[in-house]
């Protein structure tokens, strides 16, 4: 049924109950960020890396709160692929460090690792199987591994901060 197929006081109805509805219990915003970053698949041909562990938690560590800022150590994987990433939180930022394993080949000439949040999208080139992502802004984010001729990978979406 489409508002077309309403009566006007029906419709007058549903806009005054919706603009209650903002007010008294509007949409929290992570689950605005969430909405977004599910539909944010840019290709739909892409291999999902599931997080092998926080490596953190499962070694015994806790994450680090020094002058240095908050950190964690995630690492996904997918097939014979793992990117394993330090990502630390300072002030209003954070930074990721990433290094790619492939078991199979060496990533080479055309290889690019794109950072993807839920209002912006920035790309770096992988070297020697390393990269960084400097000022990346708090709340979800994800990584892809974009290789010439390769299949794209991303890892799951987590949590910077």
Do not use: K
């Not at 990584?143 to 979406?157: A, F, H, N």
């Amino acid at each position: 049924m489409s508002t077309r197929d309403l009566h006007p006081d029906d419709i007058e109805l549903l806009e005054r109950l919706g603009a209650i509805a903002e007010q008294l219990d509007p949409v929290p915003p992570e689950v605005m960020e969430l909405g977004r970053a599910a539909f944010a698949l840019h290709h739909a041909d892409t291999a999902l890396m599931t997080m092998a562990t926080d490596a953190m938690s499962v070694a015994g560590l806790r994450s680090t709160d020094s002058a240095r800022g908050a950190s964690q150590l995630l690492v996904f994987e997918h097939g014979g692929v793992s990117i394993e990433l330090d990502v630390t939180v300072r002030g209003d930022f954070g930074r990721i460090i990433g290094v790619v394993i492939d078991e199979a080949a060496t990533a080479g000439d055309g290889t690019g690792m794109v950072l993807e949040t839920p209002s912006s999208t920035r790309t770096v080139d992988l070297e020697d199987e390393r990269f960084s992502f400097e000022r990346v802004p708090l709340g979800l984010a994800r990584i892809t591994l974009q290789r010439s001729g390769e299949r794209v990978m991303s890892t799951t979406w987590f949590e910077v901060g």
